[in-house]
């Protein structure tokens, strides 16, 4: 197959010892921007990109340097983990769904556990999305191609009501968190319009509610806030921490192979198309809540379970890497860090799109074969630390707790570089205390304000396509099957219900 | 663990109901600038603030729902005891002083004071504990975000003086 | 034009003059530089290949921090300049929002609100269509829309009330012709819905859409400017940007260039701007800049000093009448 020897020769370019130092400085960089809050993978190739300017004046130094940076974005996608995981507190937005189980499985002291789950199958969702990049890569671009104003709709639509229909708990709380989330996402600059919306003349305002923003108060102070109350520790503390524990949970894994297989689908999808990995990591949790026999446990407190991580982390990781694929083949970026890197391939004088495959041959078989070896560069660094990152957990509460705050101030502020968003962190922690003590559910709150104005953006695009007509949802086999396959996931509980009542009655 | 049962601060139905009172109010806003924006459905879909206003409307109404059933059949349980107030106000409060004093100090030393604070006033360390850590991190943090990363974060007196702004 | 290039020369030249006479200032800490807009656009690749071959080339010795403040339109990137009165460490680089933002959205700034430095370019745009369509030539492509009737041809655009709604209304106006026009993300996405067919045509900037033209993907029709571009090269098999004909003489008389320009924040010293306006000329002066000009086939005109405020305060008296015939003003519907 011409694809295996293009690799093969990718890989001689990639592997010379200049760039394998590259790719290890890169990860460990990488996973110190994911484990803070607010700064992104897309920081921290923006803020190495003009070092890489220099680089990629000699010859060959455009592969080094695409490899440093892409190593950054690989560990970024690692390193987001690990605070979701310790702390409840998401270093990047699209580890926000492995809070759900990850942070309950630390507070039972298998903190390690959940570590190990979420690295590893961070990296088989990598995985799975290179080797499409390797080898469907044409036909996948055509794909992406398809997809318009309705098909996002459609999308985002879907990974909602994969996620919302497993909701517990209240459903009026449900809908006013969810609409919360949406209020919120509504504030700023209407796009569509251009009109500038529920701002009411506050400069402040302009901007909108970034979600990383209520992210790190609703969870992250919230949390904090919560656990106060039961006196000053953290739950957890207790957890055994040997080398073994990645073997041991190595060995739980093979159970999840269905659940890997369809997360690493959802996250391949999301990423190509590209709806981002963000929603695919939800989509990917809602799903795999449905189909799992354990479904009913996830996200609980008192039976959390690893599943729950492996679903999020795995289509994340899977969406993070395909979202290179439209970048190169498109010029498209699937996501925010993407977008940096396509700048930084047109600074250094290359151009992205369909040319690109066949004009500079070993730039992109160079850049291929470095995201897997960037993986497992990642893996390892990763992994050899399980330990390490869940010791943090020992450290006694009144050191680790000011500094976790101080941690989320520092995140809230890189944010957008606003003070104002600081005290919003600090409103958004007192609501997070007060909302999850009277159960209303976070995660709907968090889903909205993340997919809302996007929603709402492509929603109003296909109206203006179709002149208003909602028929365009319908309009062809590729929308319309996303769409009745959103609103079936949306009503399937209450069939079920209804079905179960039913029968009971007969 | 010491216990933490004591006088309770506020009941989940108080607590309940005013939340929704905020969150009514909260959707009542939104409602008012859709308004504003134009709220119909034009021919070429839907205005700036279409979807707003039924968000509005819905945060409203669920509000409502959920006031007048915390009214009707809320729980007298204890949302929070007087001791437990007092350890979630012992974090919260220092932590609003401490983004306050941000925008003046500093991100570096706001932050070098407030884990001090913290640790000699809620863990009672020694100052040989708590001066390396107050000043470890914020060390860190300097060389991490202005130095290596080149994120400016906020900066007060004392780096002006220092010349490390 | 001529003429005021000619000034703007003799200008810099007595700037440089008396730049290096006077002892020159300099930063005494790192510059930010503010792009008000999102990571990845126009205006934050040129920001971050500035700050590249400033590093690169030494050409100061205080570091260059890019950041993106691009809420409600760059409002805020232009609000945080605005209220650094007298910091000469913070330079912010403009596109077309710089006018149009405040007039769509009446946040309070104008550009008199900042200290002009130095326009660096001028960018391009070009009317697109797909490259399976019928359409030789924007006159064909004009007849087939008023044909077709209004709102059955969809033009994509970057944002809303912004540079591309401007250029398709006035085209609007000039022709006859009613579009649809959809507001995207980014350039690049119009380019791909182009591509896949979703709209119609797009007056993205050339280096937003060049790749998918030189993969066949795309077909440019006209430019939005009086003269040819200059550029030669072949940029596909048969055609180089100088074979884009201007729309006036496909029939289209509409003239739109995006402001590629340097500002200040308010209340700073002229050694301090003159610093900055020797800075960005050495910056043009490398081979890198000039490479990057010629792949995004932009306008190099430059300007600088009192021509520079001239041009701009024209500018937005340009853009005033533009946005206000549209009806994109704040507070009209």
């Not at chain 1, 398809?146 to 709380?173: D, H, R």
């Not at chain 2, 669920?62 to 809320?74: D, E, N, V, Y």
Request: proline share 5%.
């Amino acid at each position: 197959m011409e694809e295996i020897s293009s690799l093969m020769h990718g890989f001689a370019v990639a592997l010379s010892p200049m760039n394998l130092v590259l790719m290890f400085v890169g990860v460990v960089l990488g996973v110190l921007i994911g484990v803070l809050p607010g700064l992104g993978g897309a920081n921290g190739v923006a803020i190495l990109l003009p070092l890489t300017f220099t680089m990629a004046q000699t010859p060959g130094g455009t592969t080094s340097a695409i490899i440093l940076l892409s190593c950054i974005y690989w560990g970024a996608l690692f390193g987001g983990a690990i605070t979701s995981i310790l702390f409840n507190i998401p270093g990047e937005p699209w580890s926000v769904a492995t809070t759900f189980d990850g942070y309950p499985l630390a507070q039972q002291g298998r903190a390690g556990n959940a570590l190990a789950a979420a690295f590893t199958s961070s990296f088989i969702g990598a995985l799975v999305a290179v080797v499409l990049i390797t080898f469907l890569s044409p036909f996948v671009a055509r794909f992406a191609l398809q997809f318009g104003p309705p098909e996002y709709f459609s999308v985002y639509l879907l990974t909602f009501c994969a996620f919302i229909g497993m909701s517990k708990g209240n459903p009026v709380k449900t809908i006013a968190a969810m609409m919360l989330g949406f209020a919120l996402a509504a504030v700023g600059l209407d796009k569509v319009t251009g009109q500038l919306r529920l701002t009411f003349g506050h400069t402040e305002l302009l901007k909108g509610f970034d979600f990383l923003i209520a992210v790190i108060g609703l969870f992250g102070i919230g949390e904090i806030l919560k656990t106060l109350e039961e006196g000053l520790e953290f739950k957890g503390t207790q957890a055994k921490i040997n080398a073994r524990v990645v073997l041991e949970t190595w060995k739980e894994l093979p159970r999840y192979w269905l659940t890997s297989i369809r997360s690493s689908a959802i996250g391949c999808f999301m990423g190509i198309v590209p709806g981002g990995a963000t929603p695919a990591s939800f989509m990917s949790y809602g799903v795999a809540q449905r189909m799992s026999r354990q479904g009913a446990h996830f996200g609980s407190s008192d039976k959390p379970q690893i599943e729950g991580v492996v679903a999020p982390e795995t289509a994340a990781h899977a969406a993070g890497t395909s979202a290179l694929l439209p970048m190169l083949t498109l010029g498209v970026p699937g996501s925010p860090t993407a977008a940096v890197l396509l700048g930084g391939l047109l600074i250094w004088g290359l151009q992205p799109g369909p040319l690109l495959f066949t004009e500079q041959k070993d730039f992109v078989w160079g850049l291929i074969a470095s995201m897997y070896l960037g993986n497992i560069a990642g893996l390892i660094v990763v992994l050899t630390c399980v330990p390490l990152f869940a010791a943090i957990l020992r450290i006694p509460f009144a050191i680790i707790a000011p500094v976790i705050l101080v941690i989320c101030a520092i995140g809230a502020y890189t944010v957008a570089g606003a003070m104002f968003d600081v005290y919003m962190m600090v409103v958004f922690g007192v609501a997070g205390y007060v909302f999850s003590k009277l159960n209303y559910p976070l995660a709907p709150l968090v889903l909205a304000i993340v997919l809302g104005d996007r929603a709402e953006e492509s929603f109003r695009q296909a109206m203006l396509v179709s002149q208003g007509d909602l028929g365009i949802f319908f309009s062809n086999g590729l929308v319309g099957t996303m769409t009745v396959l959103a609103l079936g996931l949306l009503v399937w509980p209450f069939l079920a219900g209804l079905m179960a009542r039913l029968r009971g009655k007969s | 663990m010491s216990d933490f049962s004591g006088r309770p601060a506020a009941t989940v139905r108080v607590v309940e109901m005013v939340v929704a009172a905020l969150i009514a109010c909260g959707g009542s806003v939104v409602i008012y600038d859709s308004i504003r924006l134009g709220s119909k459905w034009a021919e070429d879909g839907p205005q700036a603030g279409y979807f707003p206003f039924y968000i509005g409307l819905i945060l409203v109404v669920s509000s409502a729902a959920i006031f007048f059933k915390a009214l009707r059949a809320g729980s007298r349980a204890t949302f929070v005891t007087v001791p437990q107030l007092k350890l979630v106000l012992s974090v919260l409060v220092p932590t609003a002083i401490y983004t306050a004093a941000i925008a003046w100090l500093g991100m570096y030393v706001a932050s070098t004071l407030f884990i001090a604070w913290f640790m000699w006033v809620l863990g009672r360390y020694s100052v040989a504990r708590i001066l390396p850590v107050a000043l470890g991190v914020s060390v860190f943090f300097f060389l991490l975000f202005e130095i290596w990363f080149k994120v400016p974060l906020p900066k007060g007196p004392l780096e002006a003086a220092l010349g490390l702004n | 034009m001529k003429f005021s290039r000619i000034v703007a020369a003799l200008f810099a030249a007595g700037a440089v003059l008396a730049g290096s006479a006077a002892q020159a200032w300099e930063p005494t800490k790192s510059v930010e530089f503010v792009v008000p807009a999102g990571t990845g656009g126009g205006a934050d690749q040129m920001a971050r290949l500035i700050q590249g071959i400033v590093a690169k080339n030494g050409l100061m010795k205080q570091s260059m921090i890019v950041v993106n403040k691009g809420g409600g339109a760059g409002a805020e990137g232009f609000l945080e300049v605005k209220g650094a009165k007298g910091d000469p460490h913070k330079i912010i680089i403009t596109l077309s929002n710089l006018f149009t933002t405040p007039m769509a959205t009446g946040v309070p700034f104008n550009w008199k609100d900042l200290t002009p430095v130095s326009m660096m370019a001028l960018d391009q745009f070009v009317l697109w269509v797909n490259a399976e369509s019928p359409y030789k030539t924007a006159k064909e492509y004009i007849d087939a829309v008023k044909k077709a009737g209004p709102n059955k041809f969809k033009m994509g655009g970057t944002g809303s009330r912004q540079e591309d709604q401007i250029i398709t209304v006035a085209i609007e106006k000039q022709t006859g012709v009613k579009f649809t026009y959809i507001p995207f993300k980014g350039g690049g996405d119009v380019a791909v819905q182009l591509v896949g067919k979703h709209i119609d045509s797009s007056v993205n900037n050339p280096i937003e859409a060049v790749a998918q033209w030189r993969g066949g993907k795309l077909r440019p029709l006209c430019v939005f400017d009086d003269e040819r571009m200059p550029y030669k090269q072949k940029v596909t098999d048969t055609m180089s940007w100088a074979d884009i004909p201007p729309c006036k003489q496909a029939g289209v008389d509409v003239d739109y260039l995006m402001l590629r320009g340097i500002f200040m924040a308010p209340g700073v010293t002229e050694d301090q701007r003159v610093f900055y306006v020797r800075l960005m000329q050495r910056v043009r002066g490398t081979p890198e800049w000039k490479e990057f000009m010629e792949k995004g086939a932009f306008n190099t005109s430059a300007l600088m000093g009192d021509d520079y405020r001239t041009w701009v305060a024209k500018e937005e008296q340009r853009h005033q009448q533009l946005m206000k015939e549209a009806g994109f003003l704040a507070g009209s519907k």
